[in-house]
Protein backbone atom coordinates (compact mmCIF):
# COMPACT_ATOMS: atom_id res chain seq x y z
CA UNK A 1 0.00 0.00 0.00
CA UNK A 2 1.17 3.75 -0.61
CA UNK A 3 2.64 5.80 2.05
CA UNK A 4 2.21 9.42 2.23
CA UNK A 5 4.51 11.57 4.74
CA UNK A 6 1.65 14.52 5.22
CA UNK A 7 1.61 17.85 7.43
CA UNK A 8 -1.25 19.77 7.38
CA UNK A 9 -1.41 22.54 4.60
CA UNK A 10 1.75 20.95 3.27
CA UNK A 11 1.46 19.90 -0.53
CA UNK A 12 0.66 16.63 0.71
CA UNK A 13 -2.81 17.22 0.58
CA UNK A 14 -2.32 17.35 -3.45
CA UNK A 15 -1.91 13.11 -3.23
CA UNK A 16 -4.27 12.58 -0.54
CA UNK A 17 -6.71 14.22 -2.83
CA UNK A 18 -5.71 12.29 -5.66
CA UNK A 19 -5.82 9.25 -3.57
CA UNK A 20 -9.11 9.99 -2.27
CA UNK A 21 -11.05 10.99 -5.72
CA UNK A 22 -8.92 7.48 -6.86
CA UNK A 23 -10.42 5.79 -4.09
CA UNK A 24 -7.15 4.40 -3.90
CA UNK A 25 -6.31 2.53 -0.48
CA UNK A 26 -3.12 4.22 1.22
CA UNK A 27 -1.13 4.78 4.81
CA UNK A 28 -1.27 8.48 5.89
CA UNK A 29 1.90 8.89 8.28
CA UNK A 30 1.58 12.68 10.20
CA UNK A 31 5.37 14.68 10.21
CA UNK A 32 5.97 17.21 12.52
CA UNK A 33 6.63 20.18 10.84
CA UNK A 34 9.05 21.66 9.66
CA UNK A 35 10.63 18.31 9.97
CA UNK A 36 14.33 19.58 9.77
CA UNK A 37 13.29 20.95 13.16
CA UNK A 38 10.46 19.00 14.90
CA UNK A 39 11.51 15.89 13.55
CA UNK A 40 14.98 15.24 12.30
CA UNK A 41 14.17 11.53 11.46
CA UNK A 42 12.18 12.13 9.13
CA UNK A 43 15.64 12.89 7.15
CA UNK A 44 16.47 9.42 6.70
CA UNK A 45 13.08 9.55 4.51
CA UNK A 46 13.44 13.13 2.54
CA UNK A 47 17.23 14.41 2.88
CA UNK A 48 15.52 17.75 2.13
CA UNK A 49 13.28 17.99 4.92
CA UNK A 50 10.04 18.62 2.78
CA UNK A 51 6.81 17.17 2.97
CA UNK A 52 5.14 15.60 1.22
CA UNK A 53 7.27 12.02 0.56
CA UNK A 54 5.38 9.17 -1.39
CA UNK A 55 6.83 5.80 -0.91
CA UNK A 56 5.13 2.72 -3.29
CA UNK A 57 7.00 -0.46 -2.65
CA UNK A 58 10.94 0.63 -3.59
CA UNK A 59 9.50 3.75 -5.28
CA UNK A 60 9.96 7.00 -3.79
CA UNK A 61 8.47 10.46 -4.85
CA UNK A 62 9.04 13.86 -3.55
CA UNK A 63 7.52 16.01 -5.70
CA UNK A 64 4.02 16.59 -5.03
CA UNK A 65 2.75 16.60 -8.54
CA UNK A 66 4.88 14.34 -9.78
CA UNK A 67 3.73 11.75 -7.16
CA UNK A 68 -0.11 12.70 -8.04
CA UNK A 69 0.48 11.72 -11.59
CA UNK A 70 2.01 8.28 -10.44
CA UNK A 71 -0.84 8.06 -8.36
CA UNK A 72 -3.02 8.65 -10.99
CA UNK A 73 -1.12 6.58 -13.70
CA UNK A 74 -0.59 3.66 -11.03
CA UNK A 75 -4.10 3.01 -10.05
CA UNK A 76 -5.62 3.46 -13.50
CA UNK A 77 -7.29 6.93 -12.85
CA UNK A 78 -8.01 9.30 -15.80
CA UNK A 79 -7.27 12.42 -13.68
CA UNK A 80 -4.36 13.18 -16.35
CA UNK A 81 -5.10 14.49 -19.93
CA UNK A 82 -2.76 12.01 -22.12
CA UNK A 83 -1.22 13.48 -25.45
CA UNK A 84 -3.49 13.57 -28.12
CA UNK A 85 -6.56 14.42 -26.30
CA UNK A 86 -8.42 17.23 -25.83
CA UNK A 87 -7.28 19.92 -23.26
CA UNK A 88 -3.53 18.72 -23.17
CA UNK A 89 -2.11 21.85 -23.46
CA UNK A 90 -4.30 23.56 -21.14
CA UNK A 91 -3.44 20.15 -18.67
CA UNK A 92 0.17 20.91 -18.57
CA UNK A 93 0.05 24.70 -18.25
CA UNK A 94 -2.38 24.44 -15.20
CA UNK A 95 -0.62 21.37 -13.98
CA UNK A 96 2.77 23.12 -13.90
CA UNK A 97 1.01 26.48 -12.94
CA UNK A 98 -0.06 25.02 -9.78
CA UNK A 99 2.90 24.64 -8.46
CA UNK A 100 5.81 26.47 -10.24
CA UNK A 101 3.52 29.67 -10.56
CA UNK A 102 1.42 30.15 -7.40
CA UNK A 103 3.91 28.37 -4.99
CA UNK A 104 6.63 30.76 -5.02
CA UNK A 105 4.39 34.12 -3.72
CA UNK A 106 2.39 31.85 -1.36
CA UNK A 107 5.60 30.35 0.05
CA UNK A 108 6.81 33.80 0.80
CA UNK A 109 3.77 34.68 2.43
CA UNK A 110 3.55 31.81 4.30
CA UNK A 111 7.36 32.26 5.62
CA UNK A 112 6.31 36.19 6.06
CA UNK A 113 3.17 34.82 7.82
CA UNK A 114 4.19 32.47 10.14
CA UNK A 115 8.17 32.18 10.12
CA UNK A 116 10.29 33.59 12.99
CA UNK A 117 9.32 37.13 13.89
CA UNK A 118 12.93 38.45 13.27
CA UNK A 119 12.69 37.43 9.55
CA UNK A 120 9.36 38.96 8.63
CA UNK A 121 9.04 42.42 6.84
CA UNK A 122 5.96 44.25 5.46
CA UNK A 123 7.38 45.31 1.61
CA UNK A 124 8.22 41.44 0.97
CA UNK A 125 5.04 40.22 2.26
CA UNK A 126 3.28 43.35 0.17
CA UNK A 127 5.47 42.14 -2.87
CA UNK A 128 4.52 38.54 -2.40
CA UNK A 129 0.45 38.99 -2.55
CA UNK A 130 1.30 41.42 -5.35
CA UNK A 131 2.48 39.11 -7.27
CA UNK A 132 0.69 36.42 -6.48
CA UNK A 133 -2.79 38.60 -6.99
CA UNK A 134 -1.01 39.28 -10.24
CA UNK A 135 -0.71 35.23 -11.17
CA UNK A 136 -4.52 34.30 -10.25
CA UNK A 137 -5.84 36.67 -12.40
CA UNK A 138 -4.78 34.60 -15.27
CA UNK A 139 -6.34 31.80 -13.73
CA UNK A 140 -9.39 34.52 -13.18
CA UNK A 141 -9.55 35.11 -17.01
CA UNK A 142 -9.27 30.90 -17.96
CA UNK A 143 -11.94 30.46 -15.75
CA UNK A 144 -14.38 32.75 -17.69
CA UNK A 145 -16.92 30.26 -18.90
CA UNK A 146 -15.25 26.97 -17.51
CA UNK A 147 -15.83 24.86 -14.67
CA UNK A 148 -12.27 22.96 -14.76
CA UNK A 149 -9.03 24.23 -15.59
CA UNK A 150 -8.48 21.67 -18.71
CA UNK A 151 -10.66 19.43 -20.99
CA UNK A 152 -13.72 20.56 -19.89
CA UNK A 153 -13.14 17.92 -16.96
CA UNK A 154 -12.02 17.70 -13.22
CA UNK A 155 -7.86 16.55 -13.36
CA UNK A 156 -4.93 17.15 -11.87
CA UNK A 157 -4.32 20.28 -13.13
CA UNK A 158 -7.45 21.17 -10.65
CA UNK A 159 -6.27 19.83 -7.49
CA UNK A 160 -2.50 21.68 -8.70
CA UNK A 161 -4.02 25.00 -8.61
CA UNK A 162 -6.96 24.37 -6.31
CA UNK A 163 -4.34 23.69 -3.47
CA UNK A 164 -2.84 27.01 -3.74
CA UNK A 165 -6.08 28.54 -3.71
CA UNK A 166 -6.34 26.44 -0.53
CA UNK A 167 -3.22 27.46 1.18
CA UNK A 168 -4.79 31.40 0.42
CA UNK A 169 -7.67 30.85 2.38
CA UNK A 170 -5.01 29.94 5.37
CA UNK A 171 -3.59 32.88 4.57
CA UNK A 172 -7.01 34.58 4.45
CA UNK A 173 -7.05 36.06 0.98
CA UNK A 174 -10.15 34.68 -0.25
CA UNK A 175 -11.79 37.88 -0.21
CA UNK A 176 -9.00 39.22 -2.89
CA UNK A 177 -9.76 35.95 -5.41
CA UNK A 178 -12.16 37.14 -8.53
CA UNK A 179 -15.63 35.62 -8.98
CA UNK A 180 -14.58 32.69 -10.97
CA UNK A 181 -11.71 31.69 -8.83
CA UNK A 182 -14.04 32.37 -5.87
CA UNK A 183 -16.79 29.81 -7.58
CA UNK A 184 -14.20 27.57 -8.72
CA UNK A 185 -12.33 27.04 -5.44
CA UNK A 186 -16.04 26.68 -3.45
CA UNK A 187 -16.71 23.92 -6.29
CA UNK A 188 -13.16 22.20 -5.46
CA UNK A 189 -14.22 22.01 -2.01
CA UNK A 190 -17.37 20.75 -2.32
CA UNK A 191 -15.87 17.34 -3.74
CA UNK A 192 -15.77 14.77 -1.13
CA UNK A 193 -12.53 13.84 -2.03
CA UNK A 194 -10.73 16.79 -1.16
CA UNK A 195 -13.15 16.85 2.06
CA UNK A 196 -11.52 13.59 3.14
CA UNK A 197 -8.06 14.87 2.13
CA UNK A 198 -8.25 17.89 3.83
CA UNK A 199 -10.18 16.31 6.77
CA UNK A 200 -6.63 15.05 7.56
CA UNK A 201 -3.99 17.12 6.40
N1 LIG B 1 8.21 21.15 -5.12
C1 LIG B 1 8.04 20.38 -3.91
C2 LIG B 1 8.09 21.36 -2.75
C3 LIG B 1 7.98 20.69 -1.39
C4 LIG B 1 7.93 21.73 -0.26
O1 LIG B 1 8.49 22.83 -0.36
N2 LIG B 1 7.25 21.37 0.84
C5 LIG B 1 7.11 22.27 1.95
C6 LIG B 1 5.75 22.07 2.62
S1 LIG B 1 4.40 22.28 1.51
C7 LIG B 1 8.15 21.97 3.01
O2 LIG B 1 8.35 20.82 3.33
N3 LIG B 1 8.79 23.01 3.55
C8 LIG B 1 9.73 22.86 4.65
C9 LIG B 1 11.14 23.03 4.21
O3 LIG B 1 11.40 23.26 3.01
O4 LIG B 1 12.02 22.93 5.08
C10 LIG B 1 6.70 19.62 -4.01
O5 LIG B 1 5.83 20.05 -4.77
O6 LIG B 1 6.51 18.59 -3.34
Redesign the pocket.
Known sequence: MMKVYY?P????L?ILWTLEELNAPYEPVRVQ????LAQPDYLHINP?????TLIDGDVKL??????CEYVNETNGGDLAIAPGQPGRADYLQWLWYG?ATL?PPL?TMVRQSFGPEEGRNATALGEAKASLLERLALVEAHLEGRQYLAGDRFTLADISVAYGLNLGGMLRLTDDYGPNVAAYFERMKARPAFQAAAAQA
Open positions: AFARSRFPPRLGQIPFESVGAEMG
